[in-house]
């Protein structure tokens, strides 16, 4: 056995006790085991039948512990994991109701021999500005250290002056900052700071801390430093839509790395959308975009959707006439276990729609005579004006794998419009299938092989 994900289940102490003697019992006592137990109804003595099991100390790689309420009760037992598996390189404890006792410990345990890479300690509170700084100065001495997770833990300008020091020091690879009201003026700052480091941080996570817009563009202008980003998510800042252009410049950017972009929540307006999607015409590397909930009001219907000629696209580009656009069958999602709630999870609430996933087949499309194809589901509807420019905008951006439009207020006419102009797109997604997964509160547009959803964001495995 090499993983054992026993997650979103109802187990408790008991459980763990009876995996101890399983383990104790085996004659396997060489190669890595991940032991994944998030959000249970484990407490502390999980944690102690896991010191009582000598097996897992020389097995012991990944232990994920989040969402179960520990509390500081088992900071004696982090202490004496941390010190004894020496194998262990990633530690997730978020949300598990400690506080700077505890943090305080696993700082105390951690040597300049250990291989911790990965460390995930956010949504905990209260935690002390000292217990952090420690916590940071230990870290700082790891070798092999990349990863941090701080999500929710407000950070004041002492600990985030430390943090900097850390990103100067230490080459970090995934930072996540969400809710931790850093303010602009701090995200520059640390900004700042991982560029003149070793620049090598690939996933940056900055939602919720409190970006305005009219120091955005400075925001921006300090990613431009970090072009080895591939993961960026700026969700739930009030960015607007009037001060895109640092954005805008990021994504046309030559040497962006930047693969998935997260601007849920923004206030960025289908116009600012739409001035996102425009930039993205010679970007050959963002696959996925998330723009959800980004307008507060419905769209009036207008006529149907054609290309409009201000604004060229380049499916105009083609030559070939897609007179063979084939229809394939509707698949269903299996929705049986949507119903199903888990332990700990009351803020999930159970999907009650059927999931459809609509298929396309794009061949070589092209327009030669001004007007554009009918989609499978025959000629699309269009809103207003706002919709004809996003539907433009769409064929721009070629390489997209996957886009979230959910909870904008798009209506059933203008959602088959935009699936349509998603079809008819060139680049990457010429001749390939293209997907839909249209509910009440979610649309995603996306081609064969991408999931598009489904999987719970503490359970995606990197």
């Not at 563009?217 to 800042?237: E, P, Q, Y």
């Not at 010679?282 to 507060?296: M, Y």
């Not at 769209?299 to 084939?326: D, F, G, I, V």
Request: include cysteine; glycine fraction near 6%.
């Amino acid at each position: 056995m090499a993983v054992l994900d026993i997650s979103h289940n109802l187990l408790g102490n008991d459980t763990i006790e009876k995996l101890q003697k399983i383990f104790t019992s085996s004659s396997q006592k060489y190669g890595g085991l991940m032991l994944d137990m998030h959000c249970n109804r484990f407490g502390p003595t999980a944690l102690f039948q896991i010191c009582e099991c000598p097996v897992l100390y020389a097995r012991l790689e990944v232990l994920n512990l989040s969402q179960n309420r520990l509390t500081d009760a088992c900071s004696s037992y982090l202490f004496t994991i941390l010190q004894n598996c020496k194998a262990l390189y990633s530690l997730n404890i978020e949300q598990c109701s400690i506080t700077s006792r505890t943090i305080q410990r696993v700082a105390d345990a951690l040597h300049e021999e250990s291989v911790l890479s990965h460390l995930s300690i956010g949504k905990n509170s209260p935690i002390s500005g000292n217990a952090m700084i420690n916590l940071f100065s230990k870290v700082a001495s790891l070798k092999r250290f990349s990863e941090l997770s701080l999500t929710g833990i407000r950070l004041n300008k002492l600990i985030l002056d430390q943090l900097c020091k850390l990103a100067k020091t230490t080459s970090l690879s995934g930072l996540f900052l969400g809710a931790t009201s850093i303010g602009a003026d701090g995200a520059v700052t640390l900004i700042d700071a991982l560029s003149s480091g070793s620049r090598e941080l690939l996933k940056l996570d900055m939602s919720s801390c409190c970006l305005t817009s009219q120091a955005f563009a400075k925001v921006c202008s300090s990613f431009s430093a970090l072009n080895s980003i591939f993961h960026l998510d700026l969700s739930g800042n009030p960015l607007g839509q009037e001060r895109l252009e640092g954005m805008v410049s990021l994504l046309m950017n030559p040497f962006s790395s930047l693969r998935t972009l997260i601007l849920n929540r923004c206030n960025l307006g289908l116009a600012g959308i739409v001035q996102l999607l425009r930039s993205l015409s010679d970007n050959d590397s963002l696959e996925e975009l998330h723009v959800a909930e980004n307008t507060s009001t419905s769209l009036e219907k207008a006529s149907p959707w054609s290309p409009l000629p201000h604004h060229p696209s380049p499916a105009h580009e083609n030559t070939k006439h897609n007179s063979n656009r084939k229809e394939t069958a509707t698949c269903e999602i299996n929705t049986e276990f949507d119903d199903m709630e888990v332990a700990d999870s009351e803020d999930d609430e159970p999907q009650k729609n059927t999931t459809n996933v609509d298929t396309n087949k794009n061949n070589n499309l092209s327009k030669s005579d001004g007007s554009s194809a009918s989609s499978c589901r025959g000629e699309p509807q269009a809103g207003s004006q706002i919709i004809h420019e996003l539907c433009e905008a769409v064929l721009y951006a070629k390489q997209l794998k996957m886009i979230d439009l959910s909870r904008n207020r798009l209506d059933k006419d203008a959602v088959e419009s935009l699936y349509s102009a998603w079809g008819l797109g060139s680049g990457f997604r010429d001749d390939v299938f293209t997907r839909k997964h249209i509910t009440k509160d979610c649309i995603h547009f996306f081609v064969e092989g991408v999931t598009c959803c489904g999987v719970k964001p503490c359970c995606r495995k990197e």
